[in-house]
């Protein structure tokens, strides 16, 4: 069976605002298991993205995280990643735990190549395994003379293998600041190319050497999610948090980005949180589903129970709201609240056709109501006493 990867538990964030304080996110609770696809999906303003970036503390300012834990396994066991540093943040970020951000060209610099934001992402997570390779190949160009450029190549190995026992130490940080003794990076940068390269060629891009040398405002928008994707699966990480992809895209690159991810996960035995508002996305791609609503988890379960059997009232308007041939479109009565003044009670209230008098007053338990299968509402809650 399955063990949790990642598991969110009782998660605030509020954003404070000129307005008032929004309360984005309310209590939020779920488990992610080790290659496992689970889809977040819900109406835009609902939480979606918040919560994915809640999960590396990267939610931007006036936001804060107020409470919770946010779980992640590693080698040593669950860590509360809320709990933690920036310098561990940023050991963890795109190496165990990447993001697919959801503009692609809002995500790239605009004044860097491919190449040299790529390669950021290798020289950071992956300079052992990069010296290693330097080491091999100093090896291959050392001759038995005494010459000159031998002598240079004795001195770059000396550095390499100094850099492979702590990267971080005190003398190569002193060496990398003198600038004939920095050349040696070229050979580390040689090396972080071929992998930029390599993982170019992952993503069937043509000619990755070439895009490689290319700036984001040359790249197509199918190009620049692509791009952006092999920054997040460059180090092969445990959990891919995949933040609306494929928005903006045209249908027939959206299926090719998808089934990228699919084929990817496939190889790499990752895990994916991935949100969207996409309905058909979820079916295609998706394990679970989790429907938000407003700040809050309304539904959790298996993908084919959401589409066959929906509890929540609101999951089914999101069904009965998707056209088709020969059907009434029907869409859900009411707007998104304001989360500066949230509803009481359950945040859908307002909107939901079966609401009672204790919907407005009380806010449902989040309850398992069939196996793996949770909702939050009263007429589920009160039939499964």
Request: glycine share 6%.
């Amino acid at each position: 069976m399955a063990k949790d990867l990642l598991s969110l538990e009782n998660l605030v964030v509020n954003f404070y605002t000129y307005e008032g304080t929004v309360e984005a996110i309310d209590r939020i609770s779920f488990k992610l298991k080790e290659g496992e696809t689970l889809g977040l999906v819900g109406e835009t303003g609902c939480g979606k993205s918040v919560t994915s970036l809640s999960v590396l503390s990267l939610v931007p300012s006036p936001g804060k995280i107020e409470h919770g834990q946010v779980f992640f396994k590693r080698e040593d066991g669950m860590i509360d990643l809320l709990g933690q540093d920036e310098g561990f943040l940023r050991s963890v970020r795109g190496k165990d735990i990447s993001m697919i951000f959801q503009d692609a060209r809002s995500a790239l610099n605009p004044v860097y190549t491919v190449n040299e934001q790529i390669s950021e992402v290798f020289l950071h997570h992956k300079v052992k395994e990069l010296c290693e390779k330097v080491l091999e190949g100093i090896e291959n160009d050392l001759s038995e003379g005494g010459s000159l450029k031998d002598l240079v190549y004795r001195l770059e190995r000396k550095i390499y293998r100094k850099m492979l026992e702590n990267p971080n130490s005190f003398s190569i940080r002193i060496v990398s600041r003198i600038p004939i003794l920095s050349r040696y990076k070229r050979r580390l940068k040689r090396e972080a190319r071929k992998e930029v390269a390599r993982i170019l060629k992952e993503m069937k891009i043509p000619d990755p050497n070439r895009v490689a040398d290319m700036y984001p405002h040359e790249l197509s928008g199918g190009m620049a999610q692509r791009v952006v994707t092999a920054m997040a699966l460059g180090c092969n990480p445990y959990l891919l948090l995949a933040d609306e992809p494929t928005t903006n895209l045209d249908v027939t690159i959206q299926a090719q980005i998808l089934q990228l991810i699919k084929q990817l996960k496939a190889k790499f035995g990752s895990s994916v949180l991935y949100v969207t508002h996409d309905l058909g996305v979820i079916a295609e791609l998706c394990d679970r589903v989790a429907v938000m609503y407003a700040g809050n988890i309304c539904e959790l379960a298996d993908v084919f129970e959401i589409f066959k059997k929906p509890l929540h009232p609101y999951t089914q308007g999101l069904l009965e709201s998707i056209p088709h041939p020969g059907k009434a479109f029907k869409s859900i009565e009411g707007e998104v609240p304001a989360l500066i003044n949230p509803p009481l009670g359950c945040r859908f209230h307002p909107r939901c056709p079966k609401a009672m008098e204790i919907c407005a007053r009380d806010k449902p338990a989040f309850v398992e109501i069939q196996k793996d299968h949770f909702v939050s509402c009263h007429i589920h809650s009160r039939s499964s006493r």
